[in-house]
């Protein structure tokens, strides 16, 4: 029973932020993250009362209502996507096409995988569709992350806490969901205090960097930078090029 | 069990820290970068006076010369003082190589007209600089620059002389290629 204080714990720390972000009145810049926090708030809150009410329909309810937290997951990179780059359509453009390349490479393996012949008749447990989709989602989030360092985007407090701690929640899951599906039973003792140890330090997080609204701050706009993209880049190419020649003749001479 | 936990605790870890250290790179400090005018020098008078520098710091005839007139002390000191000189050339202008993409960077990020595929272009040619200048610094800091030179005069040569043998035994029917010389 040592993990009831925990759950509560985490309970209260997952109404925190909503509660903080309602009374600080921005809780509308945020919808995805928000929803995606009070849907899993609702959630826990169900699964407590179910498992103390009716144990029994604790698991087949626990792995049933996992999924929603998938799908508003995936809700929650789109929104980072979406006012990160609201200012830079460039870096958005290029967001679009690896995010789109990234999505047909993983999702298509996902497919690939699950589908097969060997596997077509094979029952998956909800704990491999789970860490597929995971999958997914870490690697949308780490190109987009890779994507906002390239750029040098800035984040901004509250996004920059939303990516990173979600990040680190999708890594952990990801690790733990491996390792449970690798060591079976053996591994559900730890897996029952590592996973609630690791949502609390995610918690945590996204408590610290949601206190109060700290915009992504606007970009500086300069006007003699509104360049023609296609003569900027060929001057870029040509100045590259030229720095490699230089090079290659220096050591030539 | 223990030592699960310490894979687990240090595969978070590392992830957590490659995340950061992308956070980091990803900062742009202007004033620790050239504008982007002065990022790489286009006048021929620059260009010449880089190649005057080059042809002394990449020659062995000053070095055959002082051998024979200085002690040996004195020789490996300016051996030394050259490799020094010729790796600070080699780091100035991988900085310069650095701001001039840095500042690509920050520019195209709000243009609307990006095209993705020239992005890829711009970037595998930063990085083929890299690893081409990479290579040099590390050959100037083994060998010294005169060796150094020795050795890149003679893989160009055995690069062109395979280029030939490909060339002869694979005649192109119809090459597309794009040349993109620095005027």
């Not at chain 1, 699964?47 to 009716?54: E, K």
Request: hydrophobic share 50%.
């Amino acid at each position: 029973m040592t993990f009831v204080p925990i759950w509560i714990i985490g309970l209260i720390g997952e109404s925190v932020p909503p509660v903080r972000a309602f009374q600080k009145d921005f809780i509308g810049q945020y919808k995805w993250f928000y929803s995606y926090l009070m849907s899993v708030l609702a959630r826990d809150a169900c699964l407590f009362t179910v498992y103390f009410a009716r144990p029994k329909s604790y698991p087949t309810l626990y792995w049933r209502t996992e999924f929603i937290g998938v799908v508003l997951g995936c809700g929650l990179v789109w929104e980072a996507y979406k006012i990160a780059l609201a200012s830079y359509p460039g870096s958005a453009r290029m967001a679009r096409s690896l995010l789109a390349l990234v999505f047909i490479f993983t999702f298509g393996r996902f497919l690939v995988k699950n589908w097969s012949a060997a596997s077509w008749t094979r029952v998956r447990t909800a704990l491999d569709l789970e860490l597929d989709l995971r999958v997914v989602q870490v690697a949308l989030l780490f190109a987009l992350v890779a994507l906002f360092a390239y750029y040098a985007i800035p984040l901004g407090k509250n996004l920059k806490g939303i990516v990173y701690g979600y990040g680190l929640f999708l890594v952990t899951s990801l690790v733990n969901l491996t390792l449970r599906g690798q060591l079976g039973d053996s591994f559900q003792r730890v897996w029952q205090y590592m996973q609630p140890g690791c949502y609390m330090l995610v918690l945590a997080i996204w408590t610290w960097s949601l206190w109060s609204y700290r915009p992504v701050p606007k970009p500086k706009v300069q006007p003699e930078l509104e360049l023609h993209y296609a003569a900027f880049m060929r001057a870029t190419r040509v100045k590259l090029l030229a720095a490699r020649d230089r090079l290659a003749r220096g050591t030539r001479i | 069990m223990m030592a699960l936990i310490v894979v687990f605790s240090f595969l978070v870890v590392a992830l957590g820290l490659s995340l950061f250290v992308l956070g980091r790179l990803g900062r742009v400090s202007a004033a620790a970068c050239y504008s982007l005018d002065a990022a790489l020098p286009a006048e021929p008078q620059a260009d010449i006076f880089v190649s005057d520098i080059t042809a002394n710091l990449f020659s062995s005839q000053d070095a055959a010369f002082l051998a024979g007139e200085i002690t040996c002390d004195s020789v490996r000191r300016f051996r030394e003082m050259r490799t020094s000189i010729a790796l600070g050339w080699v780091r100035r202008e991988r900085e310069r190589v650095s701001c001039l993409f840095r500042d690509h960077r920050r520019n195209v990020r709000s243009t609307a007209d990006l095209s993705p595929v020239d992005e890829v272009k711009v970037l595998r040619d930063f990085l083929s600089f890299q690893v081409m200048s990479g290579l040099l610094y590390f050959l100037i800091a083994v060998r010294g620059p005169s060796r150094a030179a020795r050795l890149v005069r003679w893989s160009c040569v055995a690069a062109e002389k395979l280029q030939a043998i490909v060339d002869r035994a694979i005649p192109a029917s119809s090459p597309t290629v794009e040349v993109i010389r620095p005027e």
